[in-house]
């Protein structure tokens, strides 16, 4: 791969991360919850707000890192530390994303399964953006892949298992924090099952468009 390849490929991730924080922006806007990864930094955004949710997600994203080299160990690369200032332009981004829908009345849960609805095809198009860019994975991924390679472990039933774990310490944080559950709703759930989904269509619809651009 040459270096005008290179930089082409980061272009597209890096356009695939500003999409995802649009997304994610959107489904918070939704109040139905937002994807299972971001469920954690969204509780913990609702209860100091003296951050951003954009801000929360970038320590939360470091917080997975941290992860991986516990994980990794010595077989942590050090270009895998390209995560850090990729968390923090997508933290940027959900920022951006909410400073745009923050105009949007939700007036009824119709209006709310909307915003979900949107939300999950903005995100959705921008992890196959991510995808189709090959050149690193975004922190949840990229735990779960560390995790898979060192444990021998089916990459899908790791993250789902990551998921459900993101989905937990979310819900366990509210009852702390609040004594109930708030942030982590249906949307989150109907985020978990439908997003995988959407990818893989956009992602088969795109990919051709976006090689020829990377190849060219």
Known sequence: MNKKELC???M????????????????????????PV?????????KFNFMSLGNWLIVWNCVLIAGQILVLRNNFK?????????????????DFGMWMVRSITVTNYGMQLLLLVVGIVILSFGISLSVIANVILNSGEALVRAISDTWHKEFGNVKVSFDVTCVIV????SYVFFGTIVGTREGTIISALCTGIV???????????VERFLLA
């Open 38 to 46: 971001s469920s954690v930094a969204n509780i913990v955004s609702l």
């Open 199 to 209: 990818v893989k269509w956009i992602t088969k619809r795109i990919k051709t468009i």
């Open 170 to 173: 979310a819900v366990i944080l």
């Open 78 to 94: 050090l270009y895998q530390l390209l995560q850090i200032p990729l968390s923090f332009l997508f933290g940027w981004f959900t």
């Open 8 to 10: 082409k490929r980061y």
């Open 12 to 35: 597209v991730f890096i356009l695939g991360l500003f999409f995802a924080g649009i997304g994610v922006a959107f489904t918070k806007q939704g109040n139905l919850g937002v994807s």
